[in-house]
């Protein structure tokens, strides 16, 4: 399988624990994005990455939050001190650069709960 | 900002029932939009796209004309089945923005009833 891979696929913790999420994308993809989506609402854009560098961050993606991907490969989504507002699915997705139709592949999501 | 806006759901048809999901967008560049479809207990997909105006991005029946006049692309398709039932999200890239993240629309669930 090819597509883009996200580990754990669900997580429980307790509020205040920190979490991190993995990400591996389509191997031949430099952009990474990450998402986050809440029961009943589409996705929302937290940050993105070219290669190794981190080039926007939404506003969403508050100082407890932090991503990063080393190599240009694998990334990961750490939340500090989580809150139970955290609690949403994490989805990653990769897309091929220098297209301009921006097609994202998605990946299964990691489903986070705080309690 | 950028916004896409989508017709509230649950949407229940029957077996062979045309559909269409309204989809209308705000933005200041020119965007590309998506339509994505989530199965139950799978990831998001993307089902077809449109990069500008009056192209139409179809795949497994499924259509979707981007009308710049109107800022609309509407998903529609003639003939539903059970396996049609999912949950669909419009989406738009500003290829003039930030970096082409996606901004999605609330999404619609699709109930087809044999």
């Known amino acids: 399988d090819t597509g883009v891979s996200q580990d754990p696929r669900h997580k429980i913790t307790k509020r205040g624990q920190n979490v991190t999420f993995r990400c591996d994308p389509i191997?031949?993809?430099?952009?990474l994005y990450w998402y986050r989506q809440t029961l009943g609402q589409g996705p929302e854009f937290l940050t993105y990455?070219?290669?190794?560098?981190?080039?926007?961050k939404s506003r969403l993606l508050s100082d407890r939050f932090s991503a990063e991907r080393p190599k240009g490969s694998f990334s990961t989504l750490e939340i500090q001190r989580t809150e139970q507002g955290d609690s949403a699915m994490y989805l990653c997705?990769?897309?091929?650069?220098?297209?301009?139709?921006?097609?994202?592949?998605f990946g299964p999501g990691t489903r986070l709960t705080v309690t | 900002g950028d916004s896409v806006t989508q017709m509230e759901g649950p949407v229940t048809l029957s077996e062979e029932a045309f559909l269409t999901i309204n989809c209308t967008y705000t933005?200041?560049?020119?965007?590309?939009l998506f339509w994505y479809v989530q199965y139950p207990g799978e990831g998001l997909q993307l089902l077809l796209k449109?990069?500008?105006?009056?192209d139409k991005g179809s795949n497994k029946g499924f259509e979707a004309t981007y009308r710049k006049e109107t800022t609309s692309f509407h998903l529609e398709k003639g003939s539903v089945q059970v396996s049609d039932s999912a949950v669909y999200f419009c989406?738009?890239?500003?290829?003039?923005?930030?970096?082409?993240?996606?901004?999605f629309g609330k999404g619609t669930k699709l109930s087809v009833k044999p």
């Open positions: 990455f070219q290669n190794e560098a981190q080039l926007e």
């Open positions: 997705a990769s897309s091929p650069s220098g297209r301009g139709t921006y097609e994202q592949y």
């Open positions: 989406a738009l890239s500003d290829y003039g923005g930030s970096q082409g993240n996606l901004i």
């Open positions: 449109a990069t500008k105006a009056d």
């Open positions: 191997s031949e993809h430099n952009r």
């Open positions: 933005a200041t560049g020119y965007p590309s």
